[in-house]
């Protein structure tokens, strides 16, 4: 099956600083790309939607210039979360669909678990 | 967007008992999507409907999707251990329910 990876798995940071999560489709190409939030025992929340080439569409209530998010190639997105603080701490997963379609199948990567000291 | 509403939050069974887990959505959904995380993972996918009270089964596990599309069930007969996690429900605009936990007592 379709395989995706995250990096970090998980990364610890000062407060202000900046982090960035990598999400790659390793053997498909991903024209859209979830990303989502997770607190321990809830459900995942869904942050942006990432198209290939084209800006993020964020949900409602997510700052867009603080969770910058890149999907510069049909393989690849990134999430920055930039001038983090204890509250960003959480679990970051990102999905990815194989066309635009919706509906298509979403694989999800396994995860990073950001901590903000 | 369109929200799906999940419930129950929490299921414990004893190991051999049935689990079903309900979605419901104020609006016609195009299709739902079923996905399970195990403790500690990250969401796997089980199963997408489209069709108007479509029923598939993989196994043990029985997906309906309701006549009017704004309902859909998950069922499982007679659980066992490794049916242990949080099954989702997720609608076309990929916003997940909340989540059912179940957990199976051996």
């Known amino acids: 099956g379709a395989v995706v990876s995250q990096h970090p798995s998980w990364v610890i940071c000062k407060s202000g600083t900046s982090v960035k999560i990598e999400c790659r489709s390793l053997?498909?190409?991903?024209?859209?790309m979830f990303w989502y939030r997770q607190f321990p025992k809830q459900s995942l929340m869904l942050m942006a939607t990432?198209?290939?080439?084209?800006?993020?569409?964020?949900e409602q209530g997510v700052e867009k210039d603080k969770f910058l998010i890149n999907h510069a190639s049909l393989t690849l997105s990134t999430l920055t979360v930039t001038s983090a603080h204890p509250e960003d701490s959480s679990f970051y997963i990102c999905?990815?669909?194989?066309?635009?379609?919706?509906?298509?199948?979403?694989?999800f990567g396994p995860g990073t678990r950001l901590t903000v000291l | 967007g369109q929200q799906v509403m999940q419930i129950p939050q929490y299921q414990h069974v004893q190991e051999g008992e049935d689990f079903t887990t309900y979605c419901n959505s104020s609006?016609?959904?195009?299709?739902i999507q079923w996905y399970k995380q195990r403790p500690g993972g990250h969401p796997v996918f089980l199963i997408q409907?489209?069709?108007?009270?479509e029923v598939k089964k993989q196994k043990r596990l029985t997906f309906q999707f309701g006549e009017a599309k704004k309902n859909s069930s998950l069922h499982i007969t007679a659980t066992q251990t490794t049916d242990v996690g949080t099954y989702f429900c997720?609608?076309?605009?990929?916003?997940f329910g909340a989540g059912t936990r179940l957990t199976v007592k051996p």
């Open positions: 409907l489209v069709k108007s009270g």
């Open positions: 997720a609608g076309p605009s990929m916003r």
């Open positions: 609006t016609t959904l195009s299709n």
């Open positions: 999905s990815a669909a194989g066309s635009m379609h919706v509906g298509d199948t979403q694989y």
């Open positions: 990432s198209n290939e080439g084209s800006k993020a569409t964020y």
């Open positions: 053997d498909f190409q991903a024209t859209t």
